[in-house]
C-alpha cells in the first residue's frame, strides 16, 4: 500500500467514528406542539373550510343565505339532483 491509501483510509475511518459518535449523541427533539394537537388542528382547520367553502359557494356563488348550508334542506335537494334517475 501507498501513503496515499493509508491516509485515505485513515480519513474514512476517522470520519466513520465521528459520525457514528455524533449519532449516538443527538438528541431527540422536543415538539412544542405534540402530534395529537398537530392532527386535532388539521382536522379543525379542514372542517373550517370545508364549511366555510360550502357557505361561500352557497351563498356568494348560488345567491342563497350562507347559513342555510348548514340544515338539511340544501342536501336533500342535491341528493336528489344527483340520484333522481337511480330510484
Do not use: C
Amino acid at each position: 500500500m501507498t501513503t496515499n491509501e493509508k491516509e485515505n483510509k485513515n480519513r474514512q475511518a476517522i470520519r466513520k467514528e465521528k459520525e457514528e459518535k455524533n449519532k449516538r449523541n443527538r438528541r431527540k427533539p422536543i415538539r412544542l406542539i405534540p402530534i395529537w394537537v398537530r392532527v386535532l388542528l388539521v382536522t379543525l382547520i379542514f372542517a373550517a373550510s370545508l364549511v366555510g367553502g360550502a357557505m361561500f359557494g352557497y351563498g356568494i356563488v348560488g345567491d342563497g343565505n350562507p347559513i342555510d348550508v348548514l340544515g338539511k334542506g340544501p342536501w336533500l335537494q342535491i341528493h336528489d339532483i344527483i340520484y333522481k334517475d337511480i330510484e
